[in-house]
């Protein structure tokens, strides 16, 4: 259920709490924002420019596709030299 553009669990009111479950790779694919990587997925491979990092999720721009990864399905990344 969405409500005022946040999810929202039962009767939860304001924003969710959001906990870090992979801090070094959220970390490390933070201080990437900018630079060119390849991520793999446990669906494939993913690469670009490091739009955005968030605690659940890396943002990745390739020409005009943007992808949003979960950091739960990061396999492994690098920066692309």
């Given amino acids: 259920m969405y409500r005022n ?5 039962g009767t939860q009111s304001g924003p969710m709490n959001v906990i870090v479950g992979e801090p070094y790779v959220y970390s490390a694919l933070y201080n ?3 630079k060119r990587v ?6 494939g491979s993913v690469s670009g420019i490091v739009k955005d ?14 992808f949003f990864v979960r ?3 990061i396999v492994w990344f ?3 030299s």
Wanted: proline share 6%; glycine share 6%; net charge negative.
């Fill in 38 to 43: 390849v991520i793999d997925t446990t669906r």
């Fill in 32 to 34: 990437l924002m900018g």
């Fill in 53 to 66: 990092a968030k605690p659940d999720h890396v943002v990745v721009q390739e020409y005009d596709s943007t």
């Fill in 78 to 80: 690098m920066p692309e």
């Fill in 5 to 9: 553009g946040m999810y929202s669990q």
């Fill in 71 to 73: 950091i739960r399905e």
